[in-house]
T-cell receptor, first 113, second 114 residues
């Protein structure tokens, strides 16, 4: 099993460019999450989804959009990248049952110049 | 806002020693989880303790939870160089559509010196 796969692993953008980060999970999990990790800040939740076709805002949603058209995929979009969005982005999934852990991908390292 | 706060921020020990990390949180929880993150990798789940549990073991890991003090501790016994990583506590406080969301602390960076 691949678990949670994130693509790309690294990306450099210029301010104002757009891009989409892809997260794919093969565990048939209902819930999926996007986090950002910044030095000294821990992980902060950007958006999440409780099932196919649903999305909801997390703690730091501004500047990001998401879509969950298929159960196994969760896309994170940056419409107009800003230097403040330089970060490491992690996707996670969860079965959506009590007492279950989240499963994480290995992250996308995004630099915006 | 950070729900969980780990202490210490960094810890350096010799191989074979025990490592203890603490986590404090602010609101009532459904469960508390500990994760490990190796450099350049994603988080890996270590152990989950429910709000009605006081202690849990998994191999060399021991987790305690004190809901009256809103705190938890992670003990790694007989540490190995391979235990070098950052350790995060995460709390699940949600209900309804917010269920199974986790709020992470800032982590403890553990260095185990061979």
């Amino acid at each position: 099993n691949a678990g949670v796969t994130q693509t790309p692993k690294f990306r450099v953008l210029k301010t104002g460019q757009s891009m989409t980060l892809l997260c794919a999970q093969d565990m048939n999990h209902e819930y999926m999450y996007w986090y950002r990790q910044d030095p000294g800040m821990g992980l902060r939740l950007i958006h999440y989804s409780v099932g196919e076709g649903t999305t909801a805002k997390g703690e730091v949603p501004d500047g990001y959009n998401v879509s969950r058209l298929k159960k196994q995929n969760f896309l994170l979009g940056l419409e107009s990248a800003a230097p403040s969005q330089t970060s490491v982005y992690f996707c996670a999934s969860n079965p959506g049952r009590a007492g279950q852990p989240q499963h994480f991908g290995d992250g996308t390292r995004l630099s915006i110049l | 806002s950070q729900q969980g706060e780990e202490d210490p921020q960094a810890l350096s020990i010799q191989e074979g020693e025990n490592a203890t990390m603490n986590c404090s949180y602010k609101t009532s929880i459904n469960n508390l989880q500990w994760y490990r993150q190796n450099s350049g990798r994603g988080l890996v789940h270590l152990i989950l303790i429910r709000s009605n549990e006081r202690e849990k073991h998994s191999g060399r890991l021991r987790v305690t939870l004190d809901t009256s003090k809103k705190s938890s501790s992670l003990l790694i016994t007989a540490s190995r160089a391979a235990d070098t990583a950052s350790y995060f506590c995460a709390t699940d406080v949600g209900s309804g559509a917010g269920s199974y969301q986790l709020t992470f602390g800032k982590g403890t960076k553990l260095s185990v010196i061979p």
